[in-house]
């Protein structure tokens, strides 16, 4: 099946068309295509169907978009506000009143076929946790670095006082110069590491960025020194 989307002055139209399946077809009609009413699960420009239609209503409720992540949505009033984050079709809401999070999900609720999980402890791998007490909010990624340390082998290892030394160097001396150091390096998962701690660092541990930062430049060919320094980063807590 054939999926087409056609363009007009720079914008792309709502409608979409696909080839007729397989038989389907239209005798003497065979070059004519049908358009979709609705968008198919499983296309791609089903999740851009599904965006454009999620925006229209959720705007029309108050919300802005950010113009950053287009993702996250902000709806205030007076001193009230509420976030709204998309993942895919899962929403997270924020909020510093109780009655406004009643309103939007009603909303949500008579717009969408949707599950209220009531409160979050767990969103994309990140854990929210909670000391009302001392009035604290924070997030942990505790089980994902774990994960990347048992696939490495790395879970019973010490913990590292700092993840990188003042006065530790990098530098192009230290990738491979040989075959026999190339080959060395050929199964190490240095690419796989440094991705992982990226993907930590964006969420949870910014201050890791210097080391992930300097480690990624020899990505495409790092040597021993690099790997051990990346080892390093992994098991600081």
Known sequence: MDVKTTFLNGDLEEDV??????????????????KLKRSIYG????????YLKFNDIIVSFGFREN?????????VSGSKFIFLILYVDDILLATNDLGLLSEAKRFLSNNFEMKDMCEAYYVIGIKIFRDKSQGLLGLSQNAYINKVLERLRMDKCSASPIP?????KFSLMQCPKTDLEQKQMKNI???YVVGSLMYAQTCTRPYI?????ML???????GLEHWKAAKKVLRYP
């Open 17 to 34: 068309y696909m080839d007729q399946s397989v038989g389907f077809t239209k005798e003497r009609k065979e070059h004519m295509v049908c």
């Open 43 to 50: 296309l791609k420009q089903a999740s851009r169907q599904w």
């Open 67 to 75: 113009t950053v992540d287009q993702c996250i949505y902000l709806k």
């Open 164 to 168: 990188i030394q003042k006065g530790d």
């Open 189 to 191: 998962p240095y690419a």
């Open 209 to 213: 960025s210097f080391a992930v930062g």
């Open 216 to 222: 990624g430049r020899y990505q495409s060919n790092p």
